[in-house]
């Protein structure tokens, strides 16, 4: 949610029977504005940004950098993704059917940049290799990707062939 969505946070936790007291992590895959914004609500919540850990006032340290995932609890974990920052981080869940679902922020803009590899590039990429390398393992763990900036998409066979295929053929 952007820094201008506050309403529709609050609203639809409200939606819930919930208020953003209840939330226990608030995770931001990256700490561009756009992400971050309204993280400001959740005062009682640890904050996951990118690879920084914090709670209030104190800060943790977690080896991100060197591929550790966090985890929540069994159905949710956190792994380091970088790419389009350096820093990224993208959040896996485990629906009550076994589904999992990756939260990627920017890693994936949209279904879109799949077949052009030019709209996540033009959207800024750290490192375009690492990026391709980690687009195409998230597609191996997950049946659904929520991009960062459009719908949700089912993750199939040929959308795994094609982001392989972009990181053998360096193809961007």
């Known amino acids: 949610?952007?820094?201008?969505?506050?309403?529709?946070?609050?609203?639809?936790?409200?939606?819930?029977?919930?208020?953003?007291?209840?939330?226990?992590?608030?995770?931001?895959?990256?700490?561009?504005?756009?992400?971050?914004?309204?993280?400001?609500?959740?005062?009682?919540?640890?904050?996951?940004?990118?690879?920084?850990?914090?709670?209030?006032?104190?800060y943790y340290i977690h080896p991100f950098d060197e591929g550790k995932e966090f985890i929540i609890d069994e159905h949710v974990k956190v792994l380091p993704t970088p790419g389009h920052t350096l820093?990224?981080?993208?959040?896996?869940?485990?629906?009550?059917e076994n589904v999992v679902i990756a939260v990627t922020g920017d890693l994936f803009e949209k279904?879109?940049?799949?077949?052009?590899?030019?709209?996540?590039?033009?959207?800024?990429?750290?490192?375009?290799?690492?990026?391709?390398r980690n687009r195409s393992q998230i597609s191996e763990l997950a049946e659904w990707i929520?991009?960062?900036?459009?719908?949700?998409?089912?993750v199939t066979d040929e959308i795994r062939k094609i982001l392989r295929e972009q990181i053998e053929k360096q193809i961007f």
């Open 111 to 132: 279904f879109e940049d799949i077949a052009d590899p030019s709209l996540w590039i033009q959207a800024g990429s750290e490192d375009q290799l690492k990026q391709r």
């Open 87 to 96: 820093s990224d981080v993208s959040v896996l869940v485990t629906n009550p």
């Open 1 to 58: 949610m952007t820094p201008w969505d506050a309403n529709k946070i609050i609203s639809a936790l409200t939606k819930h029977g919930l208020t953003a007291e209840n939330i226990d992590y608030v995770i931001s895959t990256h700490g561009h504005s756009d992400h971050i914004g309204n993280n400001n609500l959740f005062l009682k919540a640890k904050h996951i940004v990118g690879f920084s850990i914090s709670f209030q006032d104190n």
């Open 146 to 154: 929520i991009p960062g900036h459009g719908p949700k998409f089912k």
